[in-house]
């Protein structure tokens, strides 16, 4: 006996709220769908990234009868099973950032792909530190996807030869917590006095390495870079303790994923390797085999630009 | 023989013993400068055992230490980023404000409503976690918004001592004087032990118990501000689960979950035992999959050495066979 | 099995008071007890959720909606019995995890399907059989315990898994996990009620609860009095061991993939509904009816928010709230009443 | 001996304290005077606690008024009635086991100098406190490593601390040996010398004939007469406190004392107690003897599985037994009542009737539901033949004054059907009316063949219900008399450690 409502909703499901980076992908979700006209933006996530969470939400989602669910997942596989059942129900799934494995949805979109991030990281920390030297890597916890995914790429790309003088001595992890990533990093100092760089793929490690840093008076003899937001790392650029980080632009991200998801609603795409997705402003991307999609290469901002960005994201 | 009997000797050769132990390992770790980061990194989880303790002290538990940490500290940042040339007393004060009203909310409903605290501060520290997202919308307070005094004072140094460690000196100072020379700290000792029977001798439990439970507020708003401070970053989860660690250092330092028995120099030791196993593992290099295990079978251990022989005391009746042939039991 | 011999062969010396047999009721001590009050509070916030959003009222979405606490709530099951008990187990979460990594291990293996709940009921026992032992053998305080044994258990699945996690799990966890009876009851929920009804039947009906309600009223007493407390203690304890793997049974089939970090948190959300269904933090009080209304309470609410797209924190913020009001307000009109006689 | 004439220090008009609707206290009036001791007396439940609650500002009393010397008074807290003068011994112990000797006196009143407790000079005073009562106590020992005795003289001597007014005593004897009352009663001489009122509560006639001067009795929470002792007999004040005679002679029937049951060979106990052994037999009353503290309760506490780590040998029937859990000596047809009910004999928020029921359980049944009436007719039968006072048996316990929650816990160690029955103290706080019908039921239990040890440290019990006595001493068994033979003087002296010849 329910009415159909007759704007689209996309409902986009993030990994937790309060997370910068997603609020910036919300954003862009909320200027596709003002570009697109007659489609309503749900964004919401739990409070802890975990997956049990998300389930609950988009179980909420079927009950709600959304037309599609952008999610980015805490766990590949464990909302395999609850995605499937949307999907069963009509419900579009769209995954992008951290994927669903593709059994759980329509199309993942990654914002750049992940031998990209990899070596781009690699080739950030190498011309920091002038091509060779210990490197350690300070991650999230050691259940995050996309991070294992990225790490994984950065030893493959350090086996290549112009990386051959650059040694990664340890992977640590800090749980995403600020205290506990903090101390991680001050161990990676201690116990590797020869290291040069650290690398945080995620926002709250390369904020706390590059506070640790400048607390162990350590600037310019150690440098941190990865991945993070402009808005978060502004003070430590100018500290001089990251020369530069990458990241992309989640606003596109989200403009992005909302607008491929809108696509499967409307039926002007299928799921399929090979078809090409619209992406609005941004072009199209086209599926692989695997049903994925990247953006481009992210971006890299250093004292130059940061200031610039830190006011958008 | 005695000296093995008392905990504080004990944890404190145990403290020794282990950070001796991963110095053999990694001499480094034995330097001036990483000893004294482990002093620095001690402070704030000293402090908030500190006040604990009390609490445990009086049979309750302040679970929502964490959150009301974080609470203060979300407001800290946000004065801090957002009113410009706002002076930085000002601000701690106002950290110290929120989390001091935030112990007097738990106090009020613990020692007035005479409500089990387990119940309250779990009800709370949903409550204020929560108030932290809702105050900031979630947004992150991140390094370059907030002024560089406020990054800078926690480990500006004083005499040669960072700022965190005098802070963290003068709270154990005060600490010690409440719990062995006020009255206010005396009878938290007899609520602990016996609370109706305080009440019977005419001990204001309620005042007490809202005191504790402000105090420890009040130190959780202190150590807001210098968490997010220290770390030049606030976001909601801040010292997420910390409340757990806190009351493990309590534990360890053989504050007695029954109430009625702990000391100063006990909770602080079980902090510092807390950091020094905390610091060791990164150096050490054990295995990132491997910390949390070992910090449970650390905790474990500990507990268990502390309870060696609290178990059921036995009285004795009998003359003790040996020197003294004559008992001097029944004194009376 | 006579039990009229326990009473002496001897004349009736009639006393000088009279004693009745029960007090007499009153309606204002029915409706003054916790569960009725649950039970107002469970009506109200359904009434007002379905007047409130249009697809609350859908039996379908209810009862999918079930799916997000009935594991806890199996775990909340036995989590009354210990706090009853005068006892608490921190750790029920971190031996979900284990036993899910146990399952995920025995998969691995080759176990065949049907032997892996009884390899997450072994892991999760052996736990709570740990759990149990330091409490009672060594007299340490369970709350003590269970703080360094959840480290402990989430830090072994953390040993096992590393960075990797177990996925592929066989149908037949699947079928239990996400499956429905009838098409539309999801049988977690199934599992939940039947298991409600075997503890209501195990606390209220049985020498066992009675002996239960004695240790947490007294401990000492219940030992003079014959009960073999430790030995209750050590049972309770591997109960809710084994509870927390039957929830990591369903839990792992219902997700089919297994992390260290799986079911992180859960401790406090479990506790939670135990107290607001009026289990006595002290000891000694409590019913199982209301740990299911609380339950049912707690999960009608969240169900609501976040069908009205509130995010997760705020339910944090209610449930808080909800649980502070629900001990408070009792309190605070009987002051009031105190004083306005 | 001061008269009447001394002034009034406390009075009270019609107080009236309810709880649940039941009348606690119903319209009292007392008048108190200054260096009078004043008796309170009342069966269990009469009120008499309830009373000094509300005196010492715990409770407040629901209608009537105070008022000191002459000044009408509210005592919204302890604090205020403490500052008014008015202390009290309570029933229940007040204790801090964590804290020292000193510091228990003084606690919540700390002297404080310069900004910190002046340690010294707390211990100072306790020392000069306790030289003033002639008792020797560690003072910076902590109260849990103190005996029962001692804990007790603490609480004495916080009451004393405060040059109080009005020094209440609630059952200040139930835990003294006969020496420590005679400490006691100087103590009372002591404060009536020096113009304080005291109001002292006991259950023991001896007791009160001995050390008060005037007399309070209520009844149900009613005033029911007052006078002065000499002026009355102990039967006419029995008749005004039950409202009926008592016959309170001990009746001890003369059952048929047949073979050996108990038989205890060499019981021993690295600290606690050391080749105990003694035989009791079917239809015996073995009154066991000794100082508080002589290691009675551990003996018998072994004897019912409750103590790990006794060595010896121990025959039931002939059979040898050596129970290791207290539900093995009630399989076994040994109950024990603990002289502790409040830590170890009542279950104090549950209904009397499963309090009764509770170590009969596997008797009754696996499964309770429908069984309600059955346990409701045990708990009835054994309430009724105990004379408790109750409302209802769905009460709880903790709703029971001090004597009915021993009533209790009494009935639930009857309901097992033992072949043996220990208890210790079993008349402690417990009025004279229901002591009365507590021996006649211990009479009772040995007419029909069960056999009974009755542990006491109320020589007269003892001597009047005792086939037998064994005296303990210092974890020991001194002397054993048969019932003929002893005398109040060799018993006691036997107690005391004093050896045969010297007694
Ligand atoms: N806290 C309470 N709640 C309910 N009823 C109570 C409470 N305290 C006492 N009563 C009731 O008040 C009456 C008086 O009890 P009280 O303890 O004053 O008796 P008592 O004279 O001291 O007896 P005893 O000699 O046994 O100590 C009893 O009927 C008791 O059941
Ligand atoms: N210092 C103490 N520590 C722990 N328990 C004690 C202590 N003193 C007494 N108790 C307990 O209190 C109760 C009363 O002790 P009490 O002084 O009567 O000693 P007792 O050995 O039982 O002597 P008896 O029964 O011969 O009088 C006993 O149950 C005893 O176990
Ligand atoms: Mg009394
Ligand atoms: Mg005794």
Known sequence: ????????????????????????????????????????????????????????????????????????????????????KAMQRGIKVVSFDSGLAPEGRQMQLNPSNAELIGAKQIQMAADEIGGAGEIAILSASAQATNQNIWIGVMKKVLEKPEYSKIKLVATVYGDDQSDKSYREAIGLLRSHPQLKAIIAPTTVGIVAASKAVADEHLVGKVYVTGLGLPSEMAGHVKSGAVKEFAIWNPIDLGYAATYAADQFVKGKVEAKPGASVSVGRLGSVTLDANGEAALGPPFTYNADNVDKFAKLF | MNILKQREPLLAAMVVLLVVAVGLREPAFLSAGSLANLVTDSTLLVMLALTQMLVIVTRGVDLSVASNLALSGMVAAMLGAHVPGLPLPLIVLAAVAVGLALGLINGWLIGYLELPPIVVTLGTMSVYRGAVFVLSGGAWVSAHQMPASFVAFPLDRLLGLPHLVWIAAATLALMAWIARSTRFGRDLYAIGNAPQCAGYIGIPSRKRLLGTYALSGAVAGLCGYLWVARYAVAYTEIAYGFEFTVIAACVIGGVSIGGGVGTVLGATLGALFLTVIGNALPVLQVSPFWQSALTGLVILVAVLINARGAGRRSRQILPLHGTDAQPKRSAA | ???????????????????????????????????????????????????????????????????????KALIALPMALLIICREIDISVAGTLALSSVAMGLAKGAGFPAESLPLVALATGTACGFLNGVLVTRFALPSIVVTIGTVSLYRGLASVVLGDKAFTGYPQLMADWGQGY????????????????????????????????????????????????????????????????????????????????????????????????????????????????????????????????????????????????????????????????? | MPATQTPP???????????????????????????????????????????????????????????????????????????????????????????????????????????????????????????????????????????VAQRHFVEIARALAQDARVVIMDEPTAALSQREIRELYRIIDQLKAAGTAVIFISHKFDEIFEVADCYTVLR???????????????????????????????????????????????????????????????????????????????????????????????????????????????????????????????????????????????????????????????????????????????????????????????????????????????????????KAAVHRFISQLVARGLSVILVSSELPEVLGMADRIVVMHHGRVQREFLRGEATPESVVAAASGLTMEAA
Not at chain 3, 46 to 55: D, E, G, K, T, W
Not at chain 3, 310 to 339: E, N
Not at chain 4, 112 to 133: N, P, T, Y
Not at chain 4, 348 to 368: A, C, D, E, V
């Open chain 1, 1 to 84: 006996a329910e009415k159909k409502p007759e704007k689209t909703r996309i409902a986009m499901v993030v990994k937790n709220l309060g997370n910068g980076f997603f609020d910036a992908a919300h954003t862009g979700a909320d200027e596709a769908a003002k570009q697109l006209g007659n489609v309503e933006v749900i964004y919401t996530g739990p409070t802890t990234p975990s997956a049990e969470g998300q389930i609950e939400i988009i179980n909420s989602l079927i009950s709600q009868k959304v037309d599609a669910i952008v999610i980015s997942a805490n766990d590949p596989n464990a909302l395999v099973p609850i995605a499937k």
């Open chain 3, 1 to 71: 099995m006579n039990p009229t011999t326990t009473m002496p062969p001897e004349p009736k010396s009639s006393s000088r008071y009279t004693i009745l047999d029960r007090e007499t009721p009153r309606l204002r001590t029915l409706l003054g007890r916790w569960e009725s009050l649950l039970a107002m509070l469970f009506i109200v916030v359904f009434v007002a959720n379905s007047i409130a959003l249009p697809h609350f009222l859908d039996l379908y979405n209810l009862l999918d909606g079930t799916q997000n606490f009935s594991e």
């Open chain 3, 181 to 341: 009876f009838f098409g539309i009851v999801p049988r977690e929920f199934v599992v939940l009620l039947v298991c409600a009804a075997l503890f209501a039947v195990l606390l209220h009906t049985t020498s066992w609860g009675r002996r239960i309600y004695a240790i947490g009223n007294n401990p000492e007493a219940a030992r003079f009095s014959g009960i073999a407390v430790d030995r209750y203690r050590l049972a309770l304890f591997m109960l809710t061991g084994a509870m927390a793997s039957l929830a990591a049974f369903l839990l792992t089939g219902r997700i089919g993939s297994t992390r260290p970090n799986i079911a992180t948190g859960w401790e406090l959300e479990v506790i939670t509904m135990v107290i607001l269904g009026g289990v006595s933090i002290a000891g000694g009080a409590g019913t199982i009816a209301g740990v299911m209304l609380a339950v049912l309470t707690m999960g009608t609410v969240t169900y609501g928010l976040s069908l009205a797209n509130i995010p997760g924190i705020y339910m944090t913020i209610v449930v808080g709230v909800l649980l502070l009001v629900t001990i408070a307000l009792p309190k605070l009109l009987r002051m009031r009443r105190a004083r306005g006689a």
């Open chain 4, 9 to 147: 220090v406390l009075q009270l008009t019609g107080i009236s304290k309810r709880f649940n609707g039941i009348h606690a206290l119903n319209g009292v009036n007392i008048t108190i005077r200054a260096g009078e001791c004043m008796a309170l007396i009342g069966e269990n439940g009469a009120g008499k606690s309830t009373l000094v609650k509300t005196l010492t500002g715990i409770y407040r009393p629901d209608a009537g008024s105070l008022s000191l010397d002459g000044k009408p008074v509210t005592f919204a807290s302890p604090q205020e009635a403490m500052a008014a003068g008015i202390t009290a011994v309570h029933q229940e112990t007040v204790m801090f086991d964590e804290l020292s000797v000193a510091e228990n006196i003084y606690v919540g009143r700390q002297p404080v100098r310069g900004g910190r407790i002046d340690w010294a000079q707390i211990e100072r005073e306790a020392e000069a406190l306790f030289a003033r009562l002639e008792v020797a106590l560690p003072v910076k020992a902590r109260v849990k490593d103190l005996s």
């Open chain 4, 220 to 434: 149900d929470g009613q005033f029911v007469a007052e006078g002065r002792l000499a002026d009355i007999t102990e039967q006419e004040l029995v008749a005004l406190m039950v409202g009926r005679a008592v016959h309170q002679a001990y009746p001890k029937a003369d059952a048929e004392i047949g073979e050996p049951l108990l038989v205890v060979q060499n019981l021993s106990h690295p600290t606690e107690f050391d080749d105990v052994s003694f035989t009791l037999r079917r239809g015996e009353i073995l009154g066991f003897y000794g100082l508080v503290g002589a290691g009675r309760s551990e003996v018998m506490q072994a004897l019912f599985g409750l103590t790990p780590g006794v060595q010896g040998y121990v025959t039931l029937d002939g059979r040898p037994v050596m129970a290791r859990s207290p539900s093995e000596a009630i399989a076994l047809g040994i109950a024990y009542v603990p002289e502790d009910r409040q830590h170890h004999g009542a279950h104090l928020t549950m209904p009397i009737q499963h309090n009764i029921t509770l170590p009969i359980l596997s008797r009754i049944g696996f499964f309770l539901r429908g069984r309600g009436k059955q346990e409701a007719g045990i708990a009835r039968h054994f309430a009724e033949q105990l004379e408790l006072k109750a409302s209802h048996l769905t009460q709880h316990v903790a709703e029971l004054s001090g004597g009915n929650q021993q009533k209790v816990v009494l009935g639930k160690w009857l309901a097992t059907d033992p072949k043996v029955i220990i208890l210790d103290e079993p008349t402690k706080g417990i009025d004279i009316g229901s």
